[in-house]
């Protein structure tokens, strides 16, 4: 397939490497990351193994006349809008769009945008970051990758994106990158965004790593309520996660989700150090948003929303 990845930072470069090996890879981002890897390819290590990708094309912007059968954005959530946009102008139209942020909204936004073309979504649960232009680094990984696509466009669409996605989970897995396609993959990332709003929020304020918010009683409790009312929004909005209560999927969120990526700390704690935006807005913001409609109260969800807000407007005064 040729496949465009626009927001190539250090997710994107990631899933780009894993799918050049079969496919005709573009990656669109920063200058000087792109520069980087036009002149020495790009290099990917950590905990998936070392390698040096040559085969892929690197570019500042988007590349017209170019007929791509797939479009995987990788921005953060508050730039899906303008990334969006910007993919419009491509002609002819991918055969794929496919959002692989974090947060919820982003195949909303996509699917307005492009109405008739097939959208998907898939749950990105590993953590990478660029150690310098050109070279990144895979720094945890909880999970498969899940690709499914999005429940809210028609049955036609869908059907027609589905043969897309499955190639996609195919040549990422084949590749050393471990994928699958879900049909049901919304469901496991609201089950991530649960899971990224209770605790980057409180890794970021306290600088601590997910192990430590839930060694601490205090952040644990804070940390634990906020995903009980998040799982209230989530049954609210019908994602069906696979539990029977709130409690049990506390249980599995200590028991398999932590465990995993206890030793992280959220990138969300650069951000504001750097006093650069967080996704704070599609994590717990979202979750508040979608509570209202339902007549749902989720004050702890409200309260680290607020807390992170103040501190990206501090962190923009200083700069």
């Avoid at 192990?211 to 634990?224: D, K, N, S």
Wanted: proline share 7%; net charge positive; with cysteine.
């Amino acid at each position: 397939m040729r496949i465009v990845i626009f927001g190539a930072g250090a997710i994107g470069s990631a899933i780009g490497a894993h799918l050049a090996p079969e496919n005709e890879v573009t990656l669109v981002g920063r200058p000087a990351h792109m520069a980087a890897i036009r002149r020495d390819g790009l290099r990917l290590e950590g905990i998936l193994g070392r390698r040096r990708v040559r085969r892929l094309a690197a570019a500042d912007s988007l590349p017209h006349g170019t007929p791509f059968d797939a479009a995987l954005v990788t921005t953060k959530s508050f730039d899906t809008g303008a990334a969006a946009d910007l993919l419009r102008s491509l002609s002819p139209t991918p055969r794929l769009v496919c959002s692989f942020q974090n947060g919820l909204g982003n195949a909303d936004v996509l699917r307005k945008t492009f109405p008739r073309t097939p959208v998907g979504l898939a749950r990105v649960i590993f953590g990478a970051k660029i150690v310098r232009p050109g070279r990144v680094r895979i720094t945890v990984f909880g999970a498969p990758v899940e690709i499914g696509p999005d429940p809210r466009q028609s049955r036609p669409l869908s059907a027609r994106g589905r043969p897309l996605l499955i190639a996609l989970a195919r040549s990422l897995a084949r590749a050393g990158l471990p994928t699958v396609y879900n049909p049901a993959a919304w469901r496991v990332l609201w089950m991530k965004v649960l899971y990224n709003g209770a605790l980057n929020p409180l890794s970021a304020l306290f600088g601590r790593t997910y192990g430590e918010v839930c060694e601490h009683p205090v952040t644990r409790a804070i940390c634990l309520d906020t995903l009980r009312e998040g799982f209230a929004v989530a049954e609210a909005e019908g994602a069906r996660l696979p539990f029977r209560s709130a409690d049990s999927f506390v249980r599995y969120f200590l028991s398999r989700m932590l465990p995993p990526t206890a030793a992280h700390r959220a990138s969300m704690y650069e951000d504001l150090v750097s006093g650069r935006r967080t996704e704070i807005d599609a994590l717990c913001g979202e979750i508040v948003r979608r509570a209202r409609r339902h007549g749902l109260p989720t004050p702890q969800n409200r309260l680290l929303w607020s807390a992170i807000k103040q501190r990206e407007g501090e962190g923009r005064n200083r700069r």
